[in-house]
DNA sequence: GTATTTGGTGGACAATATCAACCATATTTC
DNA sequence: GAAATATGGTTGATATTGTCCACCAAATAC
């Protein structure tokens, strides 16, 4: 196969597994959550007067795919808004009490199939890997 | 930000870049494929006597999943089948020659991409992110 | 032979993504 | 300051991708 190939495939079959197992994982857990759900969930956990613009610019997803996944998880009580004094358009997002204990817990799922992915990887290949992917990423953005 | 949401989110924004650019190259080619289908076509036509259990083990998706496809591509006349000798609930399928001259171009369209991706990387750097890919991809199956 | 497994199909639906129109506020331009 | 434009966000509509389940027919195990 060639090295073209190789690449792809690398990134598509390793993205998917690792969404699956996520998944998995967050689910026998048994937590209301799904993937994009916990994503952004850690999001606005770690980004302080997150609003929905500033996810839409991390996650690189479409705007109105946020607003509703905002909506949702307003709707589960896992998040509040309030209103941005900088902004009148916008509004701060951030997590409930309830939201914060669901995301412990995804945070130990998720902390599993972590380890699970890098068994037997030694601290620098890791941050190798990351290096590489993120300047695969800066390749892929500017443009 | 921790070791941990680094690889994760590595993994998730390159995957998610990666299949923006090469659904935009295949767009702006002009071929009315989208994601899955081009990922199928490339089984196909790397595999001989392909079969839709191959695909499915391969890809790692659900069978459901490429029955379906399989379904649209026959509609489009860019693969046909043929009886498995070998197992008569099973069927061979391969690309048409319409699915060869599509895919011909769909390669350069993601050439494209995959030469923009890796931009600047060395020949040996490449070969370690596709190692370290497939040794977490191991990690992730063998459960 | 019957029982179980396997390759494949179809229905139903959930999750994710895309695009365009639109509203209210902010910012720029003159 | 008013008009024009840009920005943050929302909604509708629709496409793509993924999941689960029941089912059929052929293959394999017993």
Redesign the pocket.
Known sequence: MSKESDIRNAIWQLA?QF??SS?KAI?QYGLPL????VRILHMIGATPAC??????QAS????????????ELEGMSLIQ?AP?P???????VSLSGKGEALMARAREAEQDVVTRLLKGMKKDEIDTFVGLAGRMLDNLREE
Chains 1, 2 share one sequence.
């Open positions: 998917f969404k699956v998944k689910r799904n993937g994009m759900h609003t929905a613009h500033r996810i839409v690189g997803r479409d705007k109105a795919q946020i607003t509703r996944l905002l909506k808004r941005n900088d902004d009148k358009r916008s509004q701060i």
